[in-house]
Every structure is written in structure tokens, then in C-alpha cells.
């Protein structure tokens, strides 16, 4: 059986042996699947719920929204912090955010 036909939710609860890589995606899986509150309803997601169960390890670009205000959002992933990452509102590429 190959790792990529495997749900995020069996890699998770698998309990054969996995190879390398299917042990490299059991950790990323369990950062990705830690919750973090949304910043427009402070409802916690986690990044599986957020791209509706369609999450691939390999994708840089994955579309997210909050399941409950149904908001865009991106991963953030901080330079230093004890997080390791959090949500951020997506922004329109080339636009920045204004201050005060």
C-alpha cells in the first residue's frame, strides 16, 4: 500500500510500521492537526478541517477557510515562537496591510 492513497486521519491512527516517509508525515500531521483560534470568530480549527479534509503534504498553495465563518485563511509560521504556527486572514497578493 502506498503512503499517498492513506487519509491524514489513518496516518494519524495507523498502527503498522510505517517507512520514512510515512513517518515524516505522522509528525506533520500532528503539528498540522493542532488547533489554533481563528482570528475573525476565535473558533479553534485545525489545518485538515480548514482545507476540508483535502490536505496534501506535497502542495504549497492550499486553500483554507474557517468551517465556521467560512473566512480565508493562510498559515502563518512565526521566526521565533513557542507556536509553531497560526492562522492569518489571506490577503490579495501584492496588497499590504494598512497601519492604525
Known amino acids: ?5 492513506r487519509t491524514p486521519l489513518h496516518i494519524l491512527t495507523s498502527t503498522i510500521p510505517l517507512d520514512a516517509l510515512g513517518e515524516q508525515e505522522r509528525y ?13 470568530c476565535d473558533k479553534p480549527c485545525h489545518q ?3 482545507c476540508r479534509g483535502v490536505y496534501d503534504f506535497a502542495a504549497a498553495d492550499q486553500d483554507f ?12 509560521v512565526p ?8 492562522w492569518s486572514l489571506l490577503r490579495a497578493p501584492g496588497v499590504l496591510p494598512t497601519v492604525g
Not at 474557517?66 to 498559515?75: D, K
Not at 521566526?79 to 497560526?86: K, T
Open 1 to 5: 500500500m502506498e503512503i499517498r492513497s
Open 28 to 40: 506533520l500531521l500532528g503539528i498540522a492537526t493542532l488547533r489554533r483560534p481563528c482570528p475573525a
Open 48 to 50: 485538515v478541517e480548514a
Open 65 to 76: 477557510a474557517c468551517p465556521s465563518c467560512g473566512v480565508a485563511l493562510e498559515v502563518t
Open 79 to 86: 521566526f521565533l515562537s513557542s507556536s509553531p504556527w497560526f
